[in-house]
């Protein structure tokens, strides 16, 4: 089994920073794409950033040029630093990896998500 573990949230105001980081352990043989998705009531969830293990990366065009990904190989760990933070990006913010455990099973793991608010 894996485990996703996300940090970092909290309340900040607009114009503010925050940097969410997410790690993953348990039966872990590789991992592949890393991303931080986010969700607000009665919306759906949404892509906001990926990475593939190369450092490949892709963004939401409405966090472009604010919100950077990147990762750590070596501790299974990925980051979002989010700066020039808006009201509209308050949301519960999910992290989600994509790998194989041994034996070449695929696996693809959510974190049970940590809120954002950003304030005026």
């Known amino acids: 089994q894996v485990q996703v573990v996300e940090s970092g949230g909290g309340l900040v105001q607009a114009g503010g920073s925050l940097r969410l980081s997410c790690a993953a352990s348990?039966?872990?043989?590789?991992?592949?794409?890393m991303g931080w998705y986010r969700q607000v009531p009665g919306k759906q969830r949404e892509l906001v950033a990926s990475?593939?293990?190369?450092?490949?990366?892709s963004y939401a065009d409405s966090v472009k040029g604010r919100f950077t990904i990147s990762r750590d190989n070596a501790k299974s760990t990925v980051y979002l630093q989010m700066n020039s933070l808006k009201r509209e990006d308050t949301a519960v913010y999910y992290c989600?990896?994509?790998?194989?455990?041994?034996?070449?099973?695929?696996?693809?793991?959510w974190g049970q998500g940590t809120q954002v608010t950003v304030s005026s």
């Open positions: 989600n990896v994509d790998g194989h455990r041994p034996l070449s099973q695929p696996f693809s793991s």
């Open positions: 348990g039966s872990i043989f590789y991992i592949n794409a």
């Open positions: 990475i593939t293990r190369a450092g490949s990366t």
